[in-house]
């Protein structure tokens, strides 16, 4: 059972993730966007809508932190437990408590507000299921297992993030993931499931972050593709007709 | 030197009548799509007035387009590349939709549905987007022909830096329309403020154009384009805008709007300009100088050198005697009677308008004199500082001159052709008088008044030996190819694209037929007769047939 819940489950999702976001680019780029509600809606999208994204972009710093960085290398450069734990803890919180606030505003917002909960479509509301039991957990974690210790001390840099990190080495070790507590586990199950649905939802917009914008020219110019005036390649002469 | 060739339009003004024609022959063609209801790629406007969206043109307030900081370099005014990025989460100066209008359709239903009773049945408007019972308050050209004005005109962003007071009473009001649609600029800030790169200029013709696959949805151009010519589809979540009819431009017809308008004003063809000086003109430090610094730009098609090193940019021969022959490099550069519309916001636009002089022969018309006598004309240019202010804020960053010339040619025009037409001989001091010779008054007089459809019209096509992959020819594949209707699983429109054409029939069938309020549900039994073009009849418009008893 472990090992279909912290092996072949994740693989799984993680194809999904990988191909589907293939797959998506290549057939559906006119559908690879914000689909912003902002037109709509302002009042509430100001507040919300940055605490949310930037919360979030906190919360995902500080994953990639705690799960890829081996403990042995902050203590290599002489960064204590505590030290780490009341680093992590404290930025943890910030970008965790903005990350809440601005979802339970969006999703507030999102129900309320006629037109935008009119253009919402299935999938959204699939995936912000998903996305709001996946915030919650990870703040039980956080505010439960490390800084209330109802289940006992857990450090996850010496399990989840050691499985995770077997994970993408394609070595997966599930027992570490078995002895984590039940918050972990199912923080990272509802994780892997919306990676599964991420690129069939409107989170595709998370990999068009626009950081090229910082370096290339104000004005963009570019040449009629004579290849493609179209929307269709031209035939090849060969191609047979109709 | 750089030598870049731009298609560009010029409107005279003085013929605009105000009908409308073309945004409605636009909006059939272009945005008459779900999502799309409120967008205008062409609008009209009343002036004065608040225009659309409303007051638009308030940059203090809108930060669109670009200004020029302290060192004096050219930057955008709503902030430069990391701000853009800093703010994407939620824009700032995003126009609400209540700036545009919430667009609406009635629930005809309630009325061919009603039974036989004593009152009239109503059908009451719906708002398109939240699908409720709205009331409409405001729509794209609700100040028309200065309707409510006194209540509202005073907001008019150019009515408030004019010092004098106008009073709109209406002995003393002045009014005439303003068509618009993208620049197409030289130095497009909408496309600076994308943050995907999906908006550019086409090296062949200049026209601005989004790139639908590559646009993420991010709305910083409808909030960076001072003249709110993108507008957000709020269906697809992608930006649209006035396209210039490319797929015809690129065949040699007009766009759509130029073709239909029955007062025939507007002017399309090509001018050469300088890429290299285009920055180096957008930042010139005072804003009066920005009208001339556009035109140094432009380059003579006439100028041997601009000739060849036109060539060596790799334009065609024929696009370089289309240049020669172009109505608009006429317009702007011999005749000097054509003005670019805010030239302050330095984007360095190119639809240009020519001012019209009928708020002036109005009043003259008024006081009994004659309205074609150069003197009373003259003099009245003079003295009708309020309606000559007010152009000036529209097309020459306030700076009365250049308008107070261009004003001077037309009247000395109607003067000149006046003795002409009723047989007298013509006084050679009229033309003299505004610095022109008789034949160019008699040239420009045929180029405003009587031009015929190729004189007005100098579009040279995109070379044959391509011409059978463009979007209008479209000889590359039948409809049939294309797959029926959208899928719909990822949001409106998601899927593998179809081309312009196909798409526009395929949506109007759409449209007509499950035209539900908000979303797409329920599309049994509403029809949108307004797309209807008289061809057919579209499911659910007349009961299915047996089912009479």
Redesign the interface.
Same mark, same amino acid.
């Given at each position: 059972m472990n090992d279909f819940l912290f092996v072949v489950f994740p693989y799984i999702c993680l194809t999904t993730f990988v191909v589907g976001h293939l797959w998506r680019y290549r057939y559906d780029k006119f559908g690879w966007t914000t689909r912003s509600s902002q037109l709509y809606e302002n009042r509430l999208l100001r507040i919300g809508s940055p605490l949310f994204h930037f919360g979030m972009l906190g919360v995902v710093g500080g994953h990639v932190f705690g799960l890829l960085i081996p403990q042995s290398w902050t203590d290599a450069v002489g960064i204590s437990e505590h030290a780490y734990h009341v680093a992590a803890v404290g930025g943890g919180l910030l970008a965790g408590i903005a990350t809440v606030v601005g979802l339970a505003i969006l999703v507030y917002r999102r129900r309320t507000v006629g037109p935008v909960f009119s253009a919402t479509t299935v999938m959204d509301k699939v995936m912000y299921a998903f996305l709001i039991v996946a915030i919650v957990l990870g703040m039980w974690n956080t505010v439960a297992g490390s800084i209330l210790t109802l289940g006992g001390e857990y450090n996850y840099r010496e399990g989840v993030s050691v499985w995770f990190r077997s994970f993408l080495a394609f070595q997966p070790d599930a027992s570490l993931m078995a002895d984590a507590p039940l918050g972990f586990q199912l923080h990272a199950l509802v994780a892997f499931g919306l990676f599964a649905l991420w690129p069939f939802t409107r989170l595709v917009h998370v990999f068009s972050a626009p950081l090229g914008y910082l370096t290339r020219p104000y004005i963009v110019y570019r040449k009629r593709d004579d290849t493609q005036l179209g929307s269709h390649r031209p035939r090849r002469g060969w191609d047979r007709v109709g | 030197m750089k030598v870049m060739a731009q298609m560009a339009m010029v409107m005279n003004l003085d013929k605009c009548i105000g009908c409308h024609t073309c945004s409605v022959t636009c909006k059939q063609a272009w945005t008459n799509r779900s999502g799309t209801e409120y967008i205008w790629f062409n609008n009209v406007e009343t002036r004065p007035g608040l225009g659309y969206p409303r007051t638009y043109e308030d940059q203090e307030k809108w930060k669109g387009g670009w200004e020029v900081n302290k060192r004096g370099r050219l930057k955008l005014k709503g902030g430069g590349? $990391?701000k853009? $990025?800093a703010t #994407?989460?939620?824009?700032?100066k &995003?126009p609400? !939709?209540g700036e545009y209008y919430e667009p609406w359709t009635y629930d005809y239903s309630t009325l061919t549905d009603a039974p036989a009773q004593e009152h009239t049945p109503v059908a009451r408007p719906k708002?398109l !987007?939240?699908?409720?019972n709205m009331k409409i308050e405001w729509s794209a050209n609700w100040d028309d022909d200065l309707g409510g004005s006194t209540e509202t005109a005073h907001r008019d962003p150019m009515l408030a830096k004019i010092a004098e007071k106008v009073k709109f009473e209406f002995e003393q009001t002045f009014m005439f329309y303003l068509p618009r649609i993208c620049e197409h600029c030289l130095?497009?800030s909408c496309?600076?403020s994308?943050?995907?790169?999906a #908006?550019?200029?086409?090296?062949?013709d200049g026209i601005v154009l989004v790139d639908?696959?590559?646009?993420?949805?991010?709305?910083k151009c409808v909030s960076g384009c001072p003249y709110k010519k993108i507008y957000?589809n709020?269906? %697809?979540?992608?930006a649209e805008k006035c396209t210039f009819c490319f797929p015809r431009i690129?065949v040699g017809l007009p766009t759509v709007c130029a073709e239909t308008c029955v007062g025939r004003l507007r002017y399309i063809g090509l001018m050469l300009y300088d890429a290299d000086k285009v920055l180096e003109a957008a930042s010139t430090e005072d804003d009066h100088g920005l009208y001339e610094a556009q035109r140094d730009v432009f380059l003579d098609p006439f100028d041997p050198d601009v000739m060849r090193e036109a060539e060596k940019a790799g334009i065609a021969r024929d696009w370089i005697d289309a240049a020669q022959r172009s109505p608009i490099y006429a317009l702007i550069n011999t005749y000097k009677v054509a003005l670019p519309l805010h030239p302050e916001y330095r984007t360095m636009p190119m639809v240009w308008y020519i001012p019209p002089l009928s708020p002036v022969v109005d009043v003259v018309q008024e006081t009994g004199e004659d309205a074609e006598d150069k003197g009373n004309l003259f003099a009245a240019i003079d003295a009708l500082r309020i309606p000559v202010e007010y152009l000036a804020e529209l097309f020459t960053a306030g700076e009365v001159e250049p308008v107070d010339a261009v004003l001077k040619k037309l009247a000395a025009m109607r003067c000149y052709m006046r003795d002409i037409n009723m047989g007298r001989d013509p006084d050679a001091s009229i033309p003299a008088a505004v610095g022109m010779t008789e034949e160019e008054m008699y040239d420009m007089y045929r180029l405003l008044a009587i031009a015929k459809y190729e004189d007005r019209y100098v579009i040279p096509p995109?070379h044959a030996e391509?011409a059978?992959? &463009?979007?209008e020819l479209?000889t590359?594949?039948?409809v049939s190819?294309y797959g029926g209707g959208q899928q719909d &699983?990822?949001?409106e429109?998601?899927?593998? @694209? %179809? @081309?312009?054409a196909v798409e526009n029939f395929q949506m109007l069938q759409d449209r007509q037929t499950s035209d539900s309020l908000?979303?797409p549900e329920n599309k049994e039994g509403r029809v949108n007769l307004l797309n209807w073009d008289g061809k057919g009849s579209p499911p659910g418009m007349f009961p299915p047939k047996g089912s009479d008893s």
């Amino acid at each position: 059972m472990n090992d279909f819940l912290f092996v072949v489950f994740p693989y799984i999702c993680l194809t999904t993730f990988v191909v589907g976001h293939l797959w998506r680019y290549r057939y559906d780029k006119f559908g690879w966007t914000t689909r912003s509600s902002q037109l709509y809606e302002n009042r509430l999208l100001r507040i919300g809508s940055p605490l949310f994204h930037f919360g979030m972009l906190g919360v995902v710093g500080g994953h990639v932190f705690g799960l890829l960085i081996p403990q042995s290398w902050t203590d290599a450069v002489g960064i204590s437990e505590h030290a780490y734990h009341v680093a992590a803890v404290g930025g943890g919180l910030l970008a965790g408590i903005a990350t809440v606030v601005g979802l339970a505003i969006l999703v507030y917002r999102r129900r309320t507000v006629g037109p935008v909960f009119s253009a919402t479509t299935v999938m959204d509301k699939v995936m912000y299921a998903f996305l709001i039991v996946a915030i919650v957990l990870g703040m039980w974690n956080t505010v439960a297992g490390s800084i209330l210790t109802l289940g006992g001390e857990y450090n996850y840099r010496e399990g989840v993030s050691v499985w995770f990190r077997s994970f993408l080495a394609f070595q997966p070790d599930a027992s570490l993931m078995a002895d984590a507590p039940l918050g972990f586990q199912l923080h990272a199950l509802v994780a892997f499931g919306l990676f599964a649905l991420w690129p069939f939802t409107r989170l595709v917009h998370v990999f068009s972050a626009p950081l090229g914008y910082l370096t290339r020219p104000y004005i963009v110019y570019r040449k009629r593709d004579d290849t493609q005036l179209g929307s269709h390649r031209p035939r090849r002469g060969w191609d047979r007709v109709g | 030197m750089k030598v870049m060739a731009q298609m560009a339009m010029v409107m005279n003004l003085d013929k605009c009548i105000g009908c409308h024609t073309c945004s409605v022959t636009c909006k059939q063609a272009w945005t008459n799509r779900s999502g799309t209801e409120y967008i205008w790629f062409n609008n009209v406007e009343t002036r004065p007035g608040l225009g659309y969206p409303r007051t638009y043109e308030d940059q203090e307030k809108w930060k669109g387009g670009w200004e020029v900081n302290k060192r004096g370099r050219l930057k955008l005014k709503g902030g430069g590349r $990391l701000k853009n $990025l800093a703010t #994407i989460f939620s824009n700032p100066k &995003l126009p609400s !939709i209540g700036e545009y209008y919430e667009p609406w359709t009635y629930d005809y239903s309630t009325l061919t549905d009603a039974p036989a009773q004593e009152h009239t049945p109503v059908a009451r408007p719906k708002s398109l !987007i939240s699908g409720k019972n709205m009331k409409i308050e405001w729509s794209a050209n609700w100040d028309d022909d200065l309707g409510g004005s006194t209540e509202t005109a005073h907001r008019d962003p150019m009515l408030a830096k004019i010092a004098e007071k106008v009073k709109f009473e209406f002995e003393q009001t002045f009014m005439f329309y303003l068509p618009r649609i993208c620049e197409h600029c030289l130095n497009p800030s909408c496309a600076a403020s994308c943050p995907s790169g999906a #908006i550019y200029k086409r090296e062949e013709d200049g026209i601005v154009l989004v790139d639908q696959d590559k646009c993420r949805g991010w709305r910083k151009c409808v909030s960076g384009c001072p003249y709110k010519k993108i507008y957000f589809n709020h269906r %697809t979540g992608k930006a649209e805008k006035c396209t210039f009819c490319f797929p015809r431009i690129e065949v040699g017809l007009p766009t759509v709007c130029a073709e239909t308008c029955v007062g025939r004003l507007r002017y399309i063809g090509l001018m050469l300009y300088d890429a290299d000086k285009v920055l180096e003109a957008a930042s010139t430090e005072d804003d009066h100088g920005l009208y001339e610094a556009q035109r140094d730009v432009f380059l003579d098609p006439f100028d041997p050198d601009v000739m060849r090193e036109a060539e060596k940019a790799g334009i065609a021969r024929d696009w370089i005697d289309a240049a020669q022959r172009s109505p608009i490099y006429a317009l702007i550069n011999t005749y000097k009677v054509a003005l670019p519309l805010h030239p302050e916001y330095r984007t360095m636009p190119m639809v240009w308008y020519i001012p019209p002089l009928s708020p002036v022969v109005d009043v003259v018309q008024e006081t009994g004199e004659d309205a074609e006598d150069k003197g009373n004309l003259f003099a009245a240019i003079d003295a009708l500082r309020i309606p000559v202010e007010y152009l000036a804020e529209l097309f020459t960053a306030g700076e009365v001159e250049p308008v107070d010339a261009v004003l001077k040619k037309l009247a000395a025009m109607r003067c000149y052709m006046r003795d002409i037409n009723m047989g007298r001989d013509p006084d050679a001091s009229i033309p003299a008088a505004v610095g022109m010779t008789e034949e160019e008054m008699y040239d420009m007089y045929r180029l405003l008044a009587i031009a015929k459809y190729e004189d007005r019209y100098v579009i040279p096509p995109t070379h044959a030996e391509q011409a059978h992959s &463009l979007e209008e020819l479209s000889t590359e594949c039948s409809v049939s190819e294309y797959g029926g209707g959208q899928q719909d &699983l990822f949001g409106e429109g998601s899927g593998v @694209p %179809t @081309p312009i054409a196909v798409e526009n029939f395929q949506m109007l069938q759409d449209r007509q037929t499950s035209d539900s309020l908000a979303g797409p549900e329920n599309k049994e039994g509403r029809v949108n007769l307004l797309n209807w073009d008289g061809k057919g009849s579209p499911p659910g418009m007349f009961p299915p047939k047996g089912s009479d008893s």
